[in-house]
Nanobody, 123 residues
């Protein structure tokens, strides 16, 4: 059974940092393109960061570029999202997703999703 589990969420003050983890079971993350998404209260889900398997290029939503960093540790079957200089508008439930598509861009859809982890940024 494939499972993605996010962790590392929590409550922080503006300017603080969190590192989210996405650990997989039932699949080898090295063979998948990973995306990070978030859904803020009252808003639709939006992409935060994603990678293309073809060239391992990482893309970021403009709102997080320079503050968030995507990384992976294939030996641990885990990917990370380091979030620095957090802002109130980063408050959301964050999800990771995995897709086996091999392409030059981020996958248009994802096969597997985690259950999400809550991030709350407030003074």
């Amino acid at each position: 059974q494939v499972q993605l589990v996010e962790s590392g969420g929590g409550s922080v003050q503006p300017g603080g940092s969190l590192r989210l983890s996405c650990t997989a079971s039932g699949l080898t993350l090295a063979n998948y393109a990973i995306g990070w998404f978030r859904r803020a209260p009252g808003k639709e889900r939006e992409g935060v960061s994603c990678e293309s398997r073809h060239d391992a290029r990482i893309l970021y939503n403009q709102s997080v570029r320079g503050r968030f960093t995507f990384s992976r540790d294939n030996a641990k079957n885990t990917v990370y999202l380091q979030m620095n200089n957090l802002k109130a508008e980063d408050t959301a439930v964050y999800y990771c997703a995995a897709d086996s598509a091999y392409g030059a861009t981020c996958p248009p859809s994802y096969d597997h999703w985690g259950q999400g982890t809550q991030v709350a940024v407030s003074a």
